[in-house]
């Protein structure tokens, strides 16, 4: 059985020139120039080239085997293009949130040894500040946004990019399976840990959900039998920098497909769905209502606006995909395929939930993968019906740990019985059906009066409620009960919060413990890029608001 190039197990780099010599000239990437707005296509062929320009700049500047380049970008072309370079060159991506302070930045770069940087102009100053702190970084690769010149301590990237060949680039250690990639991720505590991914494990995670899987021995043949018609276009409308926009970008690039990223740096949903239109784009990933209703909110205001025929799938993954959303996306376009996936990035493709015009399924009840299951905090697998809880775990293609971070590591990746299960901590009871319902992070339950509840449950009930776009819900210190719900509510336009009146319709749809106490109305919650809540600053902001 034929390998790719000179790794024995599955890796990005080698799976990625192999489609780029099936399909040269099929699109790879869609952008558009963020100095005159032109837009800008890339194909698989020239996709290769530019990467090979880029890891050949990486190898000169002195990196060595599995060392790392961190992408402090906004989504673009050239960010999943510096991602297949890193691959090419045997060293590791480190995904960077644009919109942490230098603090973060020194503290994430330091962390993973980054050597390497591929940033946007914009960021340019910024950097510019905190260099001197990150000693071991000795290659700056500005990537032009229109924002001034390239600073004199940084390479221009598009003149390395323009500079690579057809002939494939990689060190002379070779490339192998065992390559990483790290994504930092916030968690609720503590600061950002960067979880490791084998290369081979993360290929065979993501391709686990298509119909026709990759065999586990790297096989030439069966990656390009793939290739003979053209991969779907996919949208990441959720950041590259988190894994639910990543990770969906590589899978389809992975099924031969193209990837699509907007002009704008903000969620929005007339652009979105504008560029979903231009582009015929076919899929797109989102973070659950945090971007679907204001998308389902644009459609609503204009419903002849936009031809959307082109869109079929689209998948979320990280906050709640309300069932009501669903249903009111589905009016506005009867073909979509709306996968609600349960995963992270310590573990994917744990459950999920498929709504389609031919049947629909309520929130937060997902179907568990072949390789998950709902175990106790000792390892006791949750029976169908028995109304125990229990957090979700998955084995199989799993990261292998947290860098740097063994004592959280051990608490993420436990061996049960001799087998490796990765828990992120998303607690769920089991239906008598086999229906997992998601209950959310232990980290954030609230323990009110003796009772357990999980503030995802109560935000859920109040975004139904026709005055509210987003919720928020804490726990807050109180002598009696001791921590007090409390929700913090942003309005939508025109609507007004009103107390009393959000907490009985909580109670209408919870019981009536799980209501809050107090409802704060607030200009936002504050929802990140990947539609993640700060919870630890929403609970100082709740206290400072209460007294």
């Known amino acids: 059985m034929p390998t790719l190039g000179p790794s024995p197990s599955w890796n990005f780099a080698d799976s990625w020139e192999a489609i780029a010599r099936a399909i040269p000239d099929a699109p790879a990437q869609y952008g558009f120039s963020h100095r005159d707005g032109s837009e800008l296509h890339f194909a698989w062929g020239e996709f290769d080239r530019r990467a090979n320009g880029v890891a050949r700049a990486l190898i000169e500047s002195g990196a060595t085997h599995q060392d790392k380049v961190a992408q402090y970008m906004y989504n673009c072309p050239q960010y999943l293009e510096s991602i297949h370079a890193t691959f090419k060159a045997g060293l590791a991506p480190v995904n960077t949130n644009y919109r942490y302070t230098p603090d973060e930045l020194v503290y994430i770069w330091d962390n993973a040894d980054v050597v390497a940087v591929v940033f946007h102009g914009c960021f340019a100053d910024t950097i510019d500040g905190l260099r001197q702190r990150v000693p071991r970084v000795a290659l700056w690769l500005w990537v032009d946004d229109g924002s001034g010149e390239c600073p004199n301590w940084a390479t221009d990237y598009e003149a390395t990019a323009s500079q690579g060949g057809a002939e494939p680039v990689m060190g002379s250690w070779g490339r192998s399976g065992d390559d990483l990639l790290l994504i930092y991720t916030g968690g609720t505590t503590g600061m950002p840990k960067g979880v490791m991914w084998r290369q081979e494990d993360l290929l065979l995670a993501l391709d686990d959900a298509n119909r026709v899987k990759l065999p586990p021995t790297p096989d030439v043949d069966a990656l390009v039998a793939r290739t003979t018609r053209i991969g779907p276009r996919n949208l990441p409308a959720a950041p590259l920098m988190h894994g639910t926009g990543l990770f969906n970008a590589m899978s389809n690039l992975m099924m031969a497909g ?83 996936a349960l995963g992270s990035s310590e573990a994917i493709g744990m459950a999920q ?166 409802v704060l109305a607030v200009d936002t919650v504050g929802r990140a890029g990947n539609g993640k809540l700060d919870y630890k600053a929403l609970t100082e902001r709740a206290a400072k608001t209460l007294g």
């Not at 007339?270 to 990933?285: A, F, G, K």
């Not at 059906?433 to 995802?456: A, F, H, M, W």
């Not at 919720?471 to 807050?476: D, F, I, K, P, Y």
Request: proline content about 6%.
């Open 258 to 340: 193209s990837i699509v990223t907007m002009r704008g740096r903000k969620f929005d949903p007339v652009e979105l769905l504008d560029t979903i239109e231009l582009l015929r784009v076919n899929s797109m990933s989102i973070v659950g209502d945090a971007f679907a209703k204001p998308i389902l909110r644009a459609l609503d205001a204009e419903p002849t606006r936009w031809n959307l025929t082109s869109l079929r799938v689209i998948i979320s993954s990280g906050v709640m995909f309300a069932a009501e959303t669903k249903a009111g996306l589905l009016r506005h376009n009867e073909r979509l395929i709306m996968v609600d």
């Open 353 to 518: 939930n498929t709504t389609t015009a031919d049947g629909s399924s309520k929130t937060a009840a997902f179907q568990l993968g072949p390789r998950t299951k709902v175990l106790t905090e000792e390892g006791r697998e949750v029976l169908p019906g028995s109304g125990e809880l229990g957090r979700v775990a998955l084995r199989g293609h799993t990261p292998i740990g947290y860098y740097k971070d063994p004592e959280k590591s051990a608490k993420t990746f436990v061996v049960f019985d001799g087998v490796r299960w990765s828990i992120p901590g998303d607690w769920a009871s089991v239906d008598a059906d086999g229906t997992v319902q998601l209950l959310g992070r232990g980290s954030q339950c609230i323990n009110t009066g003796g009772e357990k509840v999980y503030p995802e449950e109560v935000e859920e009930v109040l975004k139904l409620h026709p005055a509210v776009a987003d919720a928020a819900v804490v726990g807050l210190p109180d002598d009696r009960f001791g921590q007090a719900i409390t929700a913090l509510v942003e309005p939508l336009p025109d609507r007004t919060i009103v107390e009393a009146e959000l907490i009985a319709h909580v109670k209408v749809h919870l019981a009536a413990y799980k209501a809050p106490k107090r």
